[in-house]
Every structure is written in C-alpha cells, then in structure tokens.
C-alpha cells in the first residue's frame, strides 16, 4: 500500500553536522595547517587549544591568537546506469544515463564558497602567580566542510508545484539535496609544566551544533523504480546547545634537539533536537498524513503540529589520538634555526553500536560515529472521511542510518626554517613552512556517498610568517588531494545492483531477496514504519567521486 509523506528523516537530519560532510581535515589554524597537521609537538601559542593543550605551556605573559583556515571541497559525482522507467509518469529521461552532479554549495557565512574555520584563544601565565600554569579560553571548530548542494536546481514535484517530469531528478536526491550546519566548540584549557622537560595539559568543550537539512526520501514502501512522482521531500532543522566533550595532552623534551607530543581527544556525543516535516509528491496517497504522536507516546519531546513533528538525533564524532616526534635544529646562538616533525594519527570511525535481529540498536542510548540514531515523534493519521476528524492509526519506527564506516590512521610530516633578520640575541624572523600528509579512507568497499566525505586523501600545505619580537603574522595555503574514487558493483557477485520491482528481481543476493543488514555494501533509502531488517535493499551511490580540496590560512598571535 501507499502511505502518505513516508518519513525517512535518518538519511536527512543526519546529513549533516560537523564530519558531517567531510571528516577532519589536518591541522587547525594557520600555523598548524601550513605544516600539514604535524604540530602536536611544536605549537606553542594558542592553537595548541585545539592541537594539544600542553603545548599552551610554552606561552608567556598573555597571548592572544586569532587564526582562520578557509577551505572550499570539490567534489561531483557520477552514478552508473539510466533512469528507470517510471510506471506512474511518462518522463523524457527515462532510460537515459544519469547526469554527473557537482557539489554547488553556499555557505550562509562563507566568502564565496570559501567557508571560514576559526581558532581564537586568550593564553594567560596568570602573571606568574602559580608557576608553571597556564589558562586559556577560546573556541575553534572542526577542520571540515559540512555545505551541499546537489540539487541542480531540481524543483520538487509537490501537489502545489507540480514541477516538469522532463527534468529528471538528481540521483544524489536520496542522499542529500542540500545541507548547511555549524559546529562551533567554546572551550576552556589548562597547562602545566610539572619540570622542565615535561608538559601537560587538559581542556574541556562544551559544543554548540545547529544544522539543517534537505532531502528527497520514498513516499512509497519499496519504490524501487526510484519514481519522482512517489517521492516526498524533508527538511530538517536540529541543535544541541550542549556537547561536552575533552582532551589531554603532554610533551616531553628528552634532550635540546628533541621534543614529543601526544594528545587524545574524547568522542563529542550529539544528541540534536528539532523538527522535521515533508511534502508529499502527486503520486503519494492521501488517504493518510503525518502528525504529532499523542503526548503519552513521545520519546523525543512534545509540541509537534501537523505541519512540523518533533525529531531527536543521536551521533558521535569519534575519539582520536595523535603522537608525534620533532626534531629542532638549534643556532650556535641558541636560538631555534628550523625543525621537522613527523605524527601519527588515529581516528575511531570504526566504533559502532549493537544491534538484535531485527536491526534495532541493543542499547537505544548508545551513540556511534556510524549509527545514527533517529527518533521522530510522528506517526499515520487516516486523513478525515465524511467530516470527521483525522484519527492516529501508527507510530513511525525507532531507526538508525548505516554510514559504512571504518577507523583512519594518519601521517604528517611538516617542518619549518627560521630566517633572522638582522643580527643581536632576538631579531625578527622570516619562517617558512612546508608539510605533507596522507590519511586513509573511512569508508568502507561501496560506501563512498555525497553527504560524508569518506575518500583517502593526501594534504600538501605551504606557509610563512613575519616573526617580531611580541607578534607574527602567518599565512599559507594548501591542496588536499583525493582523486577520482569509484564504488563497484553493490550485488553479490559484483555487478551493479538495480531493483526493477518485477518478480525476483528485489535486493541484490541474486536470489531475488534483500541481503542481512551487515551484508549490503552500499546505503539504501530508509522506511520508518519497518524496522532497519526489513528495509528494502536498492543502493543508490553505485558510481564514482570525484574530489578535492582547496584551503587559504591567515593568522595572528601576539604576546605582552
């Protein structure tokens, strides 16, 4: 049967917040990102807010950072095969090859399509009352670009805006039209210098998330023919005013010339709240509608209309960790002439939640960088016969959305040179600085989609900075390669997997049946009103990505 305004708001409201749509990027802030990331040993003003809180120990009297990566992604993508036919409409495109579809964002604070990642700190060593202590208090946010639009100026064929069936759909339009979010991270940090070869540091962040959302999702169970006319369209709009979160860092200095680092930030755990609402495509019955579970009945919270039902949204930006080795080259004058630094990086992508049989998740509170768990307060209302009232008839189901993930790990090799500029004990300094880095991909076999950036990628990055005695101001640019990526075939022997809907053609098995949960290689669209078991298997990102990245640096500290 067809059941009106099919709420698929998993593959929606998570798309996206912070890695929501592109995972962490190396470094934070101009120094650190003109170096590739390879940091978490030398920084020591106050980026090491975000790169490692001990480094802030190096600080003296008040310093005062204020440091800007702006980073514009590329990417498009290509899915393989043609349009289906569409029993219900008589379209110009069917059978004709999808169309490539090129990310064409607009951030609402971006210069261009340029979007802004700050770092600002305030280090103070408290006038030396408690000596080897340092305080800060700053924000920064994570090194990513959460912005899409994918929609190629495709309008929705609504009942009010019937919209013209020959200008065929996006084929990202199940994965992600258009998305826009904001992560921004307070945060207050604390160093030590226990000896003086030893440093240690804390911080604590307390997060603020706001995003938004749109995506078109099956109006229809089980619309394999990937029909417009069965389609409905959502837009979400969630936040959390409260993510907690902390790191704690140390570096250690066995000998002049040698300096390491560590750092081991916690997992930042998102429970977003909102709401969420839908237009159904002509094709969609209207025999029901959604609306407000009754009160006695919400999990997420009470207050949803007709218009806008009430959602909660439960991630997890995973834990990571990073060490790292410099090596300083040190002027007969004891002044530093250059160093290199090589790091080690591992993020926790991987970590996923238990799930029974059916699918559904084993705790309902666990979180996971993989699972997203997604709770709408809606439900069918059979919509009003002869005059009467509309009647709730059956809440939407419980669900989570699959990313496909897996643990990264990281290297980085960055360094710099120091160019004085005059003669005498502390004259002002020329630095150049240079670094590469490789990261390896977080999806898994087929997962690469157009709402997270999962590719493997390579980070080439150059800087400089004009060094006085009390200030310097930095700045540098970099290029982060990711290349062409192809998802093969999501069926069991290898080719690509297309449902028509005619007998024995559904999932991709081969036999004409959906494959387990942990077998499909590949997301599919969601269906709220059946368990994450019984959802219909029909891949929608079997193709190739193409991707890169572009990022300016500008910064400055001062010290007084």
């Not at 798309?15 to 020591?44: C, E, I, K, M, Y």
């Not at 159904?280 to 509608?289: D, E, I, L, R, Y």
């Not at 995973?318 to 290199?340: C, F, H, M, S, W």
């Not at 880095?437 to 400089?464: E, I, P, S």
Request: hydrophobic share 35%.
């Amino acid at each position: 049967m067809k059941l009106g305004g099919l709420l698929i708001a998993s593959s929606l409201v998570t798309a996206h917040v912070a890695h929501a749509g592109g995972l962490f990027l190396p470094g934070s802030g101009a120094t650190s990102t003109s170096r590739a990331g390879a940091a978490v040993a030398s920084v020591d003003d106050g980026e090491a807010l975000s790169v490692n809180p001990a480094g802030l120990a190096k600080t003296t009297g008040w310093t005062i950072t204020i440091s800007t990566t702006f980073i514009r992604y590329f990417m498009e993508f290509q899915r393989r095969g043609t349009y289906d036919d569409s029993p219900d409409l008589d379209t110009g495109y069917e059978g004709t090859p999808y169309p490539l579809v090129e990310n064409d964002p607009k951030p609402p604070l971006g210069i261009g399509k340029f979007q802004p990642i700050p770092v600002i700190a305030v280090v103070s060593d408290l006038m030396g009352k408690v000596c080897g202590l340092r305080l800060a208090v700053g924000l920064y946010a994570p090194s990513g670009y959460p912005f899409r639009d994918m929609s190629r100026g495709y309008k929705f064929p609504s009942a009010a805006n019937p919209g013209d069936p020959e200008i065929a759909p996006p084929p990202t339009r199940y994965d992600i039209l258009q998305q826009e979010s904001k992560l921004l991270l307070p945060t207050i940090a604390a160093s030590y210098r226990i000896f003086d070869k030893l440093d240690v540091g804390a911080r604590f962040t307390a997060g603020s998330l706001q995003s938004k959302s749109v995506v078109a999702v099956w109006g229809t169970p089980v619309n394999v023919t990937e029909s417009v006319n069965q389609d409905s369209l959502f837009t979400a709009e969630v936040k959390d005013g409260f993510i907690p979160a902390f790191g704690i860092g140390a570096t250690y200095r066995p000998t002049p010339n040698i300096e390491l680092g560590a750092v081991y930030n916690s997992p930042f755990i998102i429970r977003a709240k909102g709401t969420a609402q839908s237009v159904k495509a002509p094709g969609v019955s209207t025999n029901t509608s959604l609306g407000p579970v009754p009160d006695d009945m919400v999990s997420c919270a009470t207050g949803g209309t007709f218009e806008k039902q009430k959602a909660c949204i439960s991630l997890e930006l995973p834990q990571n960790a990073t060490i790292g080795g410099r090596y300083k080259i040190i002027g007969e004058n004891g002044a530093l002439k250059g160093d290199v630094e090589l790091n080690l990086n591992w993020e926790n992508w991987g970590a996923s939640c238990e799930h029974d049989e059916n699918g559904a998740l084993v705790d309902p509170d666990c979180t996971s960088p993989q699972q997203y768990k997604v709770v709408i307060d809606s439900g069918l209302y059979n919509n009003d016969v002869n005059g009467q009232p509309q009647t709730f008839s059956q809440p939407l189901e419980k669900n989570f959305l699959n990313y496909g993930l897996k643990d990264t790990f990281g290297v980085r090799l960055g360094g710099s040179w120091h160019m004085p500029l005059g003669e005498g004990l502390d004259p002002n300094q020329v630095v150049v600085r240079a670094g590469i880095a490789y990261d390896t991909k977080a999806a898994r076999t087929g997962w690469l989609r157009a709402n997270l950036d999962g590719a493997a990628r390579t980070t080439f990055a150059v800087g400089g900075a004009y060094k006085a005695k009390k200030w310097q101001i930095n700045a540098g640019g970099g290029f982060v390669y990711e290349g062409t990526n192809t998802n093969p075939g999501a069926s069991a022997d290898g080719s690509d997997c297309n449902p028509t809907g005619a007998a024995g053609t559904f999932g991709c098995a081969g036999n004409g049946q959906d494959r387990a949960l942990d077998d499909r290689q590949g997301p599919d669209p969601t269906n709220p009103l059946l368990q994450p078991k019984f959802q219909t298997e029909n891949p929608y990102n079997q193709g190739t990505f193409k991707s890169h990245y572009i990022l300016f640096m500008l910064g400055f500290s001062t010290s007084f």
